[in-house]
Each structure stands twice: as structure tokens, then as C-alpha cells.
């Protein structure tokens, strides 16, 4: 069983195969229901996940007009990321504002899909992408300026436009804001270089998923501690803590790096 020519790439799907291309063919192709959990305290994993999914709701409804102290907020820890949000908010953002916007780039024959926590707009001159981050953790520049999201999200807007509306590259900036490091917010420009190379590498990318006839497990197994189909491939029985997976998330160039030089030689 292939890709077939209606799926729809997206940077979730394209960081499966970029970890591990046995679980992209298992969650993908296969679309087999997630075995196990993916991380330990499962509870304490899922209820994290679900104050952030909330968080993002929050923000959105105020961008949408909902006055601030009418947005009910409950938990001390979303009421703090809450007050970060009112009091550090991304700086400098042009005032037309696009919350929870989904947009797609046609590229090696497929839709190659991007939906943004906030588009905000000023038309012939800026568009700035922001994307809500809850991690516990701020993850470091350079793997942010080689995240798969990043590469995806610029690269689609520049693509597709927004509303009508086109965008160079050297007039896309992308903000990555820290509800737990609200003063330190990521802010990565694009330029017309970085657009070619993001362009290069997804072309080879999903022209790669596309050949794939075989789906060999990983070979950096640390990686299987987090995630859902581990029994299936008889690798780290016990999942990692929550801790483990943003450490592994925010760590580990090394890894990043044999992954996509990897790619390289192949092409």
C-alpha cells in the first residue's frame, strides 16, 4: 500500500516520516488507532495536552473580540499562562488578524496543508505567522529555524497567499510565542534563500515518501519511548515522562542532523 494522490501532506505527517518512517506507514498508510500511550503519567500527559488545545481557544476567542474579563479561565496553571498572554502579547503585529486559519500549497502533486494558531496581516507589506507554544521548556533557535512547522508554515504562506492577498518572502516573519517565557518570544524572518531550500527539501521530501516501498523502524530508538506503536514494534516497553519527551523535543541536534543529512545522500 502507497500514498494515494488525494492525501494531503501536512508538518505532522511530514514529522512522522522525518522520525520514524515505520510509524508514518503505521499512523498514515495503515491508519491504525494509537496502540499505547505516548508518554507516562498518561493522565498527567492528557490533561497538559488539553490545557493547551484550551489555551489556544482562549486566545483565539479574544482575537475574535471576546473582551478579556469575560473570558472565564480556570486552573492556576492556564490562569498564568492567561495573564502572560494579556500582559507580554506578541509585539508589533499588523491589526488584520486571521485566528485558527487553515491554508494549502500545491507541491509534488499533492496539498501540502498548514493551519495557523494566528495570521496577522497588513496587505502588500507583512504578514506575520504566530504559533502558541505551552512547552514547559523554551526550545532552542537553532532547532526552531530547522523545525519541520517552521519550514512548512512559511513556505505555505508564501505559496498561497492569504485572504486574496500575496507575500514575498522577505516580508513573512514567523513568531513563535512561550506562554512559560512570554518576554522571550522566537522571531524568524524569511528570505527568498530560505524559501528555495524549504522548497528543495519538501519537494525531496514527500517525493521520497511517495517511492517508499519499504517502512524500516528508526534507528535512534530513544525516540520510541514516545511513541504509540512501541509494542507493536517491540521497542521501550515502559513510555517516557512528559519531562522526557520536551528534554528529547529540545536536545538532541545530533539526531536532527543524521535524519536530514540522511535525506541528502538519498537524493
Not at 507493536?232 to 523535543?249: H, N, S
Request: glycine letters at 4%; charged letters at 25%.
Amino acid at each position: 500500500m502507497s500514498i494515494t494522490p488525494e492525501f494531503q501532506f501536512s508538518q505532522s505527517s511530514l514529522h512522522d516520516y522525518e522520525e520514524c518512517v515505520r510509524r508514518f506507514q503505521l499512523r498514515y498508510i495503515d491508519r491504525l488507532a494509537w496502540p499505547a500511550a505516548e508518554v507516562q503519567p498518561a493522565l498527567e500527559h492528557e490533561r497538559y495536552i488539553q490545557q493547551g488545545e484550551t489555551f489556544h481557544r482562549l486566545v483565539q476567542q479574544h482575537i475574535l473580540g471576546i473582551p478579556a474579563d469575560e473570558i472565564v479561565v480556570r486552573g492556576d496553571e492556564l490562569r498564568s499562562w492567561w495573564q502572560n498572554y494579556l500582559a507580554y502579547p506578541p509585539a508589533n503585529l499588523p491589526m488584520t488578524r486571521f485566528p485558527e486559519i487553515l491554508l494549502s500549497a500545491k507541491i509534488a502533486g499533492h496539498h501540502l496543508v498548514a493551519k495557523y494558531d494566528l495570521l496577522a496581516i497588513e496587505a502588500g507589506q507583512r504578514a506575520v505567522i504566530v504559533d502558541w507554544k505551552t512547552t514547559r521548556k523554551r526550545p532552542k533557535t537553532q532547532w526552531l529555524t530547522r523545525n519541520i512547522q517552521t519550514r512548512v508554515y512559511r513556505y505555505v504562506l508564501v505559496r498561497s497567499g492569504v485572504m486574496g492577498h500575496a507575500f514575498i518572502p522577505e516580508q513573512v516573519e514567523m513568531v513563535y510565542w512561550f506562554a512559560n517565557a512570554p518576554t522571550e518570544p522566537e522571531i524568524l524572518p524569511y528570505t527568498v534563500a530560505q524559501f528555495q531550500d524549504d522548497e528543495a527539501y519538501l519537494m525531496r521530501l514527500i517525493e521520497q515518501i511517495k517511492g517508499q516501498t519499504e517502512f524500516p523502524k528508526t534507528e535512534h530508538e530513544g525516540i520510541c519511548r514516545f511513541c504509540p506503536y512501541r509494542g507493536l514494534c517491540g521497542r521501550a516497553e515502559k513510555a517516557g515522562t512528559v519531562e522526557d519527551m520536551i528534554d528529547w523535543l529540545e536536545r538532541d541536534e545530533d539526531v536532527f542532523t543524521l535524519l536530514n543529512t540522511k535525506l541528502e545522500m538519498e537524493f
